[in-house]
């Protein structure tokens, strides 16, 4: 259940007042601890939890800290009947999820995304999980939480980059919703962010993924939607984290958009002139990601580890227009190429 919050703190008491629980245990890691908690001081339950804390950053979304928290949960004595708060980015529900759904076989977890990455994406859908052997994702569950309470409040500790990576998801979902949601979104203005607006269209995004992900909890058939700009776009992070240079979850998934609307355009018809639209603000907001063609197969074979596929082939999700999905397409790994020759030409490398 999505709770869209104009006063988080009363909400959470709310929420903590009818729903009872043995034991609190609050996941959080540096950055949460010292911009997003002071904003929740006063919420009885929250004061009061076994803190667990973890490095921030995607990198740490790994085993290691997976057995930390576990460990920390251990020592705190909690059970089934406890609950796990999740307050922070992506990676800290993510985490968070997945350590509730496998300790004791599952504890109650509850969201509450401090990014706006983590808000339209992350911490919305059930997915949970870490990053394992190099790759995105590898490991994880399907575990909804009780509640994600989503606040704009938040928003406004992020830094630039960080809006605009959790904007990137946002316009993904623009694209997967109509013309008219797009428009909207290609046209907001970061030179003078309004965060009420921004709060607006935040809960509006999360709506449609909530809405294709109960048509398709466990990505069978329609949530694979969701997946527009990620299977191009995690091979770019994949590099971008082999090479040591890494680059936002969100930019990669801007940067991904590029390529999967242009073979979009080449074999669904999806309209040159959205597709160009969506080329200029990436290039605007979100520069360019480096590649040269000696990377080409590099890519494709992260391509290849996408937990979509099938039979071997990279499977995609296309679109005819703006809302005209087409799940389970398939393109020649030479058409995938012509997609990053068109990014790199369209970006200027």
């Known amino acids: 259940m999505i709770v869209k919050c104009t006063d988080i703190k009363a909400a959470l008491n709310e929420f903590f007042s009818a729903n009872a629980f043995d034991r609190y245990f609050l996941l959080i890691d540096e950055n949460t601890m010292a911009y997003c908690l002071p904003l929740l001081k006063g919420v009885k339950q929250i004061d009061e939890a076994s803190m667990i804390t973890v490095r921030s950053g ?86 909804m939480p009780l509640r994600v309470f989503i606040d704009a409040l938040f928003y406004k500790t992020l830094s630039h980059t960080e809006l605009l990576s959790g904007y990137a998801e946002m316009l993904k979902h623009g694209l997967l919703s109509d013309v008219e949601a797009l428009a909207a979104l290609l046209n907001f203005d970061f030179d003078a962010p309004d965060y009420v607006a921004l709060g607006e269209m935040a809960f509006r995004s999360v709506q449609i993924k909530e809405a294709i992900v109960a048509q398709d909890p466990r990505e069978e058939g329609i949530r694979k939607a969701l997946n527009l700009g990620h299977t191009v776009g995690h091979a770019f992070e994949a590099l971008s984290h ?36 969506v080329v200029h603000f990436v290039r605007e907001h979100y520069g360019v990601y480096a590649f040269d063609c000696k990377q080409y197969e590099a890519l494709y074979e992260y391509m290849l580890h996408d937990k979509k596929n099938r039979s071997g082939q990279v499977n995609f999700t296309f679109l005819k227009n703006a809302g005209e999905i087409s799940i389970d397409c398939h393109v020649t790994k030479e058409e995938v190429f012509e997609s990053l020759d068109f990014y790199r030409e369209s970006l200027g490398i």
């Open 242 to 277: 082999r090479i040591e240079e890494p680059v936002p979850h969100g930019y990669a998934v801007a940067w991904g958009l590029i390529c999967e609307l242009y073979l979009s355009h080449k074999t669904q018809g999806f309209p040159n002139t959205l597709l160009q639209q």
């Open 58 to 143: 995607d990198e740490h979304k790994n085993i290691e800290s997976l057995s930390y928290i576990w460990t920390a949960l251990g020592a705190g004595k909690a059970t089934r009947s406890s609950l796990m708060i999740s307050l922070g980015g992506g990676m800290i529900t993510d985490m968070g999820g997945f350590v509730a759904a496998t300790f004791k076989r599952g504890m109650a977890n509850i969201n509450i995304p401090t990014t706006l990455l983590g808000a339209v994406d992350a911490a919305v859908g059930g997915k949970t999980g870490i990053n394992f052997n190099g790759l995105k994702n590898e490991i994880g569950s399907f575990a």
